[in-house]
């Protein structure tokens, strides 16, 4: 079977990975890849928002299936234009990828469908939300209504840092995303994020995980991406991984297919556990990254059949196996990050630091350039590990890292701490 990928970071080089290790799959190709995705497949310099060039590259190379890492072309409708021209893509529609792509769809679905998440208001002048917030007081939380790669979200702990948050977003500082907002309730509690594969008319969870968001270890400094990820979580009980399907994600499945807008792919759920159960507060319709590295480095089952399966509406009665021990991984940036930062720096020791026992390396930013690994993003290298705890792949990961030689790149000392912590209980 013929398979391309779409996307160029981590969590595509760890899809490529576990797709590679298929034995369904007879070619892979990535597009457009990076270094350490070169090592699982072919990587085709082919400008993913060209849907006519995808497809023109699908129909040539006879691809079976396309598999989508990253939101930008789910929300473009890439999964929509491949199935018009006959080609299978793993991924949500366009429509249904509106569960990311504007807040306040989602926003709107669950009060349609009751699913448990926090009160809002939605609105498309400053006025009128700044109204809002003198009535409801802080904390609050103002959100950008589209996509804003990961800074549309302002948790604001004073009405003053309300209003300055409506004033930027109203200013145009996320540009057409920024043109709808909707305000939030503050929830408290503790924060967890929740995979599934969905068919359209089924889900099954993934094994739980967490990521890191913070970019400063002890969680302080800015938002990030994700800055390190562990699986599986000590938080997810079996009781609240029960409540999350029942309550929230075979709700929104069900929904979506009422509306007759379907969704097929991976949704991944940020959840907060708060006194009055789990409530939803945001949906995403791919991977998390670096969430998907340390699920990859745990499903021992086959990935292509599951997305096989979505894609043809066959989940149901689908089960996935999983590795018992845990896996970890260590997001190396270049120092700067998530501000500016240099790209062209020098990556030396990778082979050395997979050496480690139990380690896998992903790039996430990476270019090969005259037989070195150059870093070429903010995001550059993800250290993984696997091992009997969250503790051993900890460690395992940090020593992997320790042997990283790259003077311009940082990361945080203390990812998987809350998982360590537990265990030590
Ligand atoms: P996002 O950029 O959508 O991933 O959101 C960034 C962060 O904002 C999340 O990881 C949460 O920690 C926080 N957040 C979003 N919505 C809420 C909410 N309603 N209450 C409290 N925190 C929230
Ligand atoms: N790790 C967070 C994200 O993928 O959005």
Not at 187 to 208: K, P, Q, Y
Not at 292 to 316: E, F, H, I, N, W
Request: with cysteine; proline share 4%.
């Amino acid at each position: 079977m013929h398979i391309l990928l779409l996307g160029s970071g981590g969590r595509e080089h760890a899809l490529a990975w576990k797709i590679a290790a298929s034995p369904l799959v007879t070619k892979l190709w990535c597009a457009p890849g990076n270094a350490g995705i070169a090592r699982e497949a072919e990587c085709v310099a082919l400008d993913i928002a060209d849907h006519a060039a995808v497809i023109g590259f699908c129909k040539q190379n006879a691809v079976a299936l396309v598999v989508v890492g990253p939101e930008t072309p789910l929300a473009a409708g890439i999964v929509d234009d491949l199935a018009n021209a006959g080609i299978k893509a793993f991924g949500p529609s366009k429509e249904a990828s509106q569960l990311e792509g504007s807040k306040g769809f989602t926003k709107a679905l669950c009060t349609e469908f009751a699913i448990p998440t926090g009160a809002y208001g939605r609105f498309d002048n400053a006025a009128d939300a700044l109204a809002y917030v003198r009535k409801q007081g802080a904390p609050i939380v103002v959100k950008a209504d589209g996509l804003a790669a990961g800074k549309g979200v302002v948790v604001a702990m004073t009405p003053a840092e309300a209003e300055s948050a409506i004033a930027m977003m109203f200013d145009g500082a996320f540009g057409a995303a920024g043109a709808e907002v909707v305000i939030e309730e503050f929830l408290s509690g503790r924060e967890v994020s929740f995979f599934a594969l969905s068919d359209g008319d089924t889900a099954i969870a993934l094994a739980s995980a967490q990521d890191h968001k913070r970019v400063f270890d002890h969680d302080e400094g800015p938002n990030t991406g994700g800055m390190g990820a562990y699986s599986p979580t000590p938080f997810v009980t079996d009781e609240i991984h029960s409540q999350i399907m029942n309550r929230i994600i075979l709700p929104t499945v069900a929904g979506m297919k009422a509306r007759g807008t379907p969704f097929c792919g991976v949704l991944y759920a940020g959840v907060m556990l708060t006194a009055e159960g789990p409530k939803l507060f945001e949906y995403n319709v791919r991977f998390g990254d670096p969430e998907c590295q340390v699920l990859m480095l745990r499903m021992m089952s086959d990935l292509v059949p599951a997305m096989l399966a979505c894609c043809d509406g066959q989940l149901k009665h689908f089960d996935l196996r999983w590795f018992p021990e845990a896996a970890l991984t260590v997001v190396m940036a270049a120092k700067g990050y998530p501000g500016d930062y240099a790209k062209g720096t020098r990556i030396k020791g990778l082979d050395d630091a997979a050496n480690v026992e139990g380690a896998e390396i992903f790039h996430a930013g990476t270019v090969a350039m005259d037989g070195q690994i150059l870093a070429n993003g903010g995001r550059v290298l993800n250290v993984c590990a696997t091992g009997k705890t969250v503790a051993e792949a900890q460690q395992r990961a940090y020593a992997a890292v320790d042997r990283i030689r790259w003077p311009e790149g940082f990361c945080r000392r203390d990812i998987g701490w809350q998982a360590v912590e537990r265990e030590k209980q």
